[in-house]
């Protein structure tokens, strides 16, 4: 099958060959629905998965590439709704069709009809022509999940899968947490399958098969991580680290190398400025050569560019270090904001390794702002970053590299290879530019709000993005913009994005959070979600597999005969289907029907096995065909010839003929006729009812033991079973009988109280209710007490009627319901009164003394129209040395009064109630002061002179500070908390 198509310009990036077409990709293809997409031929041949990891290294290296332009096509509209689809060869596993892929003939799609990623009987499918093409037509508007059987090695392993070929396109994430846990994680760099995750105090080294986690502590604060470096050929490793630490009480700052399993950290450079690498920025291209910016003593000073150089000691040389560090000054200064981006931060070096054919390149960058506008529309100053390229071989700028980013305000990623730069813009969205084009834009690409990263050699960017509808990765195609995956991520186990990493395949990923690292896998095969919007929608999809080796189609007998009987299923086991089918490639087979049989129905089971049906009364010869598929290749058909033997026909249907029975129906009743229908006459049977209420009697259906309940059942089904004598055929048979519905005694009544409040009138008191079987009945409620009245099925006090809680703090009332159909029902209610506070008319004192030198001393309580006030009123006193506690008047706890300074104290006390419902009232008194016998006496323990409940040395020391402080004499000055009058004489010795 193949369409024609218009041609349509797009600017996109290639990496190999000449333009070609490509079909419009289909956005979020596993997540949502697919838009149009498909891809025209081209030549090629299948690669392994390994071969992809070989060719991704290869594509790593070598010679930076210039974009190309190629062209997209859509495909052609058709008048039904449809769905049309191709299948192509993803050699290089980059979810995208090259034009050295082809697409794949005889793969089999079918809509999941149920969702279940397994393909059931009676769901549609298609096999993929010459060109590697398939169609569904026909189709009703709605939601279509399509799929592609046997594609996932995944699956292999648990005998579901082909081995031979692997779903890329569309595939969903295995996610797992990593093994390891941190705090405030600074950054993180992939070498090998080695995770460096570096902290303030240490250096976390994570395997990231899962196996094993160190730590390495650091003995100084880390600022930030510049490169990982391996020695392939000794096996060893290291990482390169900034910091600060501290040098006789001074702070210092340095770049240190910490070997694995090493010594301990080896300090490369030394400054004595403690601000030098406070917030660093540093970059190493992977042949290991950078920068790291040694910033000012001030914020206004430039940074002097410094520059690195790592080296490694080869396998025959037996001397020197196996990975060595030289940090060398240069004359170069930059602005203390410069931010600096190489094209990856995992080296690996040994002394064998050829110098590259190109140095790399390291980014420079600093904020700036750039004036835009004109003279007529006026002028604006927006941020911008200041750019540059630094050759790290030469160890200077590369001349006419500098440009203004107008919008930018970060660098995000580099990939020197492609020669492609990330930044942030201002607004958040994430700008893709062409280094070597001048910095020229590329795409913008919005909702990406968190880290971001080039998977390097596939020209495609991974970003995390995060907001209130969930947390996702999602891979962008450099060479269109377009999305090729989007993934949902949970991101419990390892809280806050970090930064995401590509690893050492285009479908491996990791995201280190702030205390954790997620692995993402994308190696699910998933669904296309095709939506159908119209009757006359057409719609495309694309699948990519990753092909390995040879396949071989599954081998089958070509002709089985077998025999079935009149009216009678045929089934032919899956064992036994099996035996006529061989595969060399030991995949999973799909039994697939190629033809359908002429007098019957053929289906197959979950488990394999063959059904047939003959057409009802049919006897004499029928066939079908049935066919195998590996997920590759189809086998020739096995053609069945079935011979269909006459049998003698059991009865098609048992008939009732009889009216409803009256749901209070007891004792034996005729409930009506049973016809039996069979097209043999003349026919004898034994008719029994599965019921034990029920049985039939010469044609009657009896009830024979009664009280039947409407509310519980106002249907009965009857399975009537019986046994053809002449057919020599049990049958049996569903017969419905309707119950007639009568009515019911009320059961309960009862009331939802709600609190009333006395003196209240008119209001709402409590909601009636009954329990009675029967629905839809209206049941009306009355009341005994003239005071009460019901509105609908709701209680209440009349208009002008109260209760006075005084003399009736309890009502009880008789509710009575009626169902209108002669059962009435009465119940007992009892309503609580609640007292409700009235207004005060007098407020007074039950004590008007109080005594002196004594702190914190009782006057009396407040009483309240002679009651001691309750919590529902506010009680203040104006007088400040005063306060009421509960309904009790008294001095503070830290205060006393004399006699000699005032023999009565005049004070207001107020009192209002809670709720403000009435107003205060205020009552003025005179408090005498009573003359203290024993002031500065402790009437309990004389002893005990500070009052504290217990004798030590420190009660004679108050006794000794006091006379120092006032000498011997009367009592009088000092605190009246203390006891200094031991003796009770009134004098202090």
């Not at 025999?563 to 009678?568: G, L, P, R």
């Not at 609580?832 to 009782?858: C, K, W, Y």
């Not at 506010?874 to 005063?882: E, I």
Request: hydrophobic share 35%; proline share 5%.
């Amino acid at each position: 099958m193949r369409t024609d198509r218009n041609e349509m310009g797009s600017r996109r990036r290639s990496t190999t060959g000449d333009n070609a077409n490509e079909i419009s990709r289909a956005v979020d293809a596993a997540m949502s629905g697919s838009g149009n997409c498909g891809v025209p031929d081209a030549a090629g041949a299948p690669s392994s998965r390994g071969d992809r990891a070989n060719q991704k290294s290869q594509s790593r290296s070598g010679q930076r590439r210039k974009r190309r332009l190629i062209f997209e096509s859509l495909g052609q509209r058709r008048v039904l709704a449809v769905i049309t689809g191709a299948v192509f060869n993803d050699a290089d596993g980059s979810m995208r069709q090259d034009p050295t892929e082809i697409r794949l003939e005889s793969r089999l799609a079918f809509i999941d009809s149920n969702d279940n990623a397994i393909l059931d009987s009676g769901e549609s499918y298609a096999i993929t022509d010459a060109d590697g093409q398939f169609q569904f037509d026909n189709l009703d508007p709605g939601t279509y999940p399509v799929r592609l059987f046997n594609t996932s090695s995944g699956q292999a392993s648990s005998g579901r899968g082909s081995s031979g070929q692997r779903q890329t396109y569309p595939t969903g994430a295995i996610q797992s947490a990593l093994p390891t846990s941190f705090e405030a994680p600074i950054d993180a760099v992939l070498a090998g399958d080695q995770l460096n995750v570096l902290t303030a105090g240490s250096l976390h080294q994570i395997n990231t098969s899962g196996t094993r986690t160190s730590q390495i502590p650091l003995g100084f604060e880390a600022t930030g991580l510049v490169a990982a470096v391996s020695n392939p050929a000794l096996g060893v490793s290291a990482s390169m680290i900034v910091g600060t630490f501290d040098e006789l009480g001074e702070g210092r700052s340095g770049i240190w190398l910490v070997r694995s399993g090493g010594d301990g950290p080896q300090l490369l450079h030394y400054s004595p400025n403690p601000h030098a690498f406070s917030s660093p920025s540093a970059a190493v291209g992977a042949d290991g050569k950078g920068v790291v910016i040694e910033a000012g003593e001030n914020s206004e000073d430039s940074g002097t560019v410094l520059a690195v150089q790592v080296t490694a000691r080869s396998a025959e040389n037996t001397t020197g270090e196996p990975i060595s560090v030289q940090v060398t000054p240069t004359n170069a200064t930059v602005p203390s904001n410069t931010q600096v981006l190489a094209s990856q931060t995992s080296i690996s070096l040994s002394g064998n390794d050829s110098t590259p054919s190109i140095s790399s390149r390291t980014v420079f960058a600093w904020p700036v702002f750039a004036t835009t506008g004109t003279s007529q529309t006026g002028f604006q100053s927006i941020p911008a970053l200041k750019t540059s390229l630094w050759s790290n071989g030469a160890g200077s700028w590369i001349e006419g590299s500098e440009t203004v980013i107008v919008g930018a305000t970060e660098l995000v990623s580099f990939d020197d290879q492609a020669g492609l730069l990330a930044v942030r813009y201002a607004e958040g969205d994430l700008g893709i530019l062409d280094v070597d084009a001048g910095f020229a834009p590329l795409h913008q690409l919005s909702g990406v709000n968190g880290p971001s990263t080039f998977v390097t050699g596939e020209e495609a960017i991974a970003s995390i993005r995060t907001n209130v509808d969930g947390d996702m990765l999602i891979l962008h195609d450099i060479r269109s913009g377009e999305v090729l995956a989007r993934q949902p991520l949970d991101l419990e186990s390892i809280g806050q994005p970090v930064s995401v990493i590509s690893g050492a395949t285009f479908d491996s990923y990791l995201l280190v959070g702030d205390s954790g690292v997620l692995s993402i896998e994308l190696e699910q095969p998933v669904a296309h979600y095709v939506q159908l919007n119209r009757e006359d929608a057409s719609q495309s999809i694309l699948f990519g597999l990753q092909v390995d080796g040879e396949n071989q189609a599954p081998q089958t007998r070509p002709h089985v005969e077998v025999s079935a009987i009149e009216d009678h299923r045929l089934t032919i086991d899956a064992s036994e289907i099996a035996s006529l089918v061989t595969d060399a490639n030991h995949d999973r087979l799909v039994s697939l029907i190629v033809q359908e049989p002429q007098n019957g129905e053929v289906t197959i089971s979950p488990d394999g096995a063959v059904r047939y049906m003959p057409n009802q009364d049919y006897n004499g010869p029928d066939s079908f065909a049935i066919g195998f598929h590996d997920g590759q290749s189809e086998s020739q058909p096995i053609q069945f010839s079935v011979s269909v033997a006459a049998q003698p026909d059991a009865p098609s249907g048992i008939r009732f003929r009889g009216d409803a029975i009256p749901e209070h129906t007891e004792g034996r009743y005729e409930v009506g006729t049973i016809e039996i229908d069979d097209v043999d006459l003349n026919n004898h049977y034994v008719l029994n009812v599965l019921d034990s209420r029920f049985q039939v009697e010469n044609g009657k259906l009896i009830l024979v033991d009664g009280g039947l309940n409407y509310e519980h059942e106002h249907q009965i089904q009857l399975t009537l079973a019986g046994y053809d004598n002449e057919a020599g055929q049990y049958f049996s048979h569903d017969i419905i009988i309707l119950v007639e519905d009568e009515n019911d005694p009320i059961d309960e009544v009862y009331a939802d109280l709600v609190p009333l409040a006395e003196n209240q009138q008119g209001v709402f008191v409590a909601t009636l209710g009954a329990i009675d079987e029967d629905e839809g009945q209206t049941i009306t409620f009355s009341v005994d007490d003239p005071r009460f009245e019901v509105i609908g099925d709701e209680l209440w006090l009349k208009p002008g009627e109260s209760i006075d809680y005084e003399t009736e703090s309890v009502v009880v009332l008789n509710i009575t319901a009626d169902d209108n159909a002669g059962s009435t029902a009465t119940t007992e209610i009892r309503v609580s009164i609640i007292d409700v506070p009235e207004a005060v008319t007098q407020i007074s004192l039950s004590n008007e003394t109080v005594l002196e030198f004594e702190a914190g001393a009782t006057v009396g309580d407040v009483l309240l129209d002679g009651v001691p006030a309750a919590d529902s009123y506010r009680l203040t006193v104006d007088d400040p040395r005063f306060e009421i506690d509960g309904s009790e008047l008294k001095l503070l706890d830290d205060q006393w009064v004399r006699r000699s300074a005032a023999e009565q104290i005049e004070l207001t006390i107020t009192a209002q109630d809670n709720n403000a419902n009435f107003d205060s009232i205020s009552g003025t008194f005179v408090i005498e002061v009573l003359p203290n016998e024993t002031p500065f006496h402790n009437d309990d323990d004389p002893y005990d002179v500070d009052g504290n409940g217990v004798v030590t040395p420190r009660d004679a020391l108050a006794i000794i500070n006091y006379l120092n402080l006032y000498g011997p004499g009367p009592v009088g000055p000092g605190d009246p908390g203390y006891g200094y009058d031991v003796n009770g004489d009134g004098q202090v010795t």
